[in-house]
């Protein structure tokens, strides 16, 4: 059973631009999570998506936004790039319930220059 | 606001040694405690997912607890391998979160042969 795939695994823009990160997650699973990694903040919620809903929500600016596919593939768009956007993005799936375990990507690497 | 604190920071431990690694949580309305490990620059392995109503969960080299009242977890590693060094992260996923985790600040662990 393929895990969660995430592409592009590195990406390089610059301040201002915007940016498009997907993530196909485990057959069946129908709820995608994103996370934002970085070394002074650690690990940050962005949002869920289940069945095509945003379902939660973290305290991150209108900047950052997702969608769900009826495929349960997600999207995570970041629009005006700022330097502070670099960071190690990760998603996660689950089957939906709140008591499934999460299976985490290898993350898509963004640098802002 | 839920904060999740993990020490040591980091740990280094000759080899075989069994050693423990601790989470603590400020709020104790939580629905399940996850432990993952994540080696550098890569996404996030699941480890060990304890349900608010159990005590411990075992798997293999691994053993993780739970005391929900007092806001402690704990991971222990039993007959520590050069190939445990990681960094270990414990999350929690509150009662209304849906499939938000909340993640500890991390213990990055180093194994010497």
């Known amino acids: 059973k393929a895990g969660v795939t995430q592409t592009p695994r590195y990406l390089i823009k610059t301040r201002g631009q915007q940016v498009t990160l997907s993530c196909s997650p485990i057959?069946?699973?129908?709820?995608v999570s994103w996370y934002q990694q970085t070394p002074g903040q650690g690990l940050q919620f962005l949002f869920e998506?289940?069945?095509?809903?945003?379902?939660n929500k973290g305290n991150f600016p209108g900047r950052f936004s997702g969608r769900q596919f009826s495929n349960s593939r997600s999207e995570m768009n970041v629009s005006t790039l700022e330097l502070g956007d670099s960071a190690l993005y990760l998603c996660?799936?689950?089957?939906?319930?709140?008591?499934?375990?999460?299976?985490f990507g290898a993350g898509t690497r963004l640098s802002v220059l | 606001k839920q904060e999740v604190t993990q020490i040591p920071a980091a740990l280094s431990v000759p080899e075989g040694e069994n050693l423990v690694l601790n989470c603590s949580f400020t709020d104790s309305a939580i629905y399940n405690l996850q432990w993952f490990r994540q080696d550098p620059g890569k996404g996030l392995t699941s480890l060990l997912l304890i349900q608010s109503s159990q005590r411990e969960q075992t798997s293999g080299r691994l053993n993780a607890s739970l005391d929900k009242s007092s806001g402690r977890s704990t991971l222990y590693i039993a007959a520590s391998q050069p190939g445990d060094s990681a960094t270990y992260l414990c999350?929690?996923?509150?009662?209304?979160?849906?499939?938000?985790?909340?993640f500890g600040t991390g213990t990055r662990l180093l194994v010497s042969p």
């Open positions: 996660a799936s689950s089957l939906g319930s709140s008591s499934d375990i999460q299976y």
């Open positions: 998506y289940f069945s095509e809903t945003q379902r």
């Open positions: 057959s069946g699973h129908r709820s």
């Open positions: 999350a929690v996923r509150m009662n209304t979160g849906f499939q938000k985790l909340v």
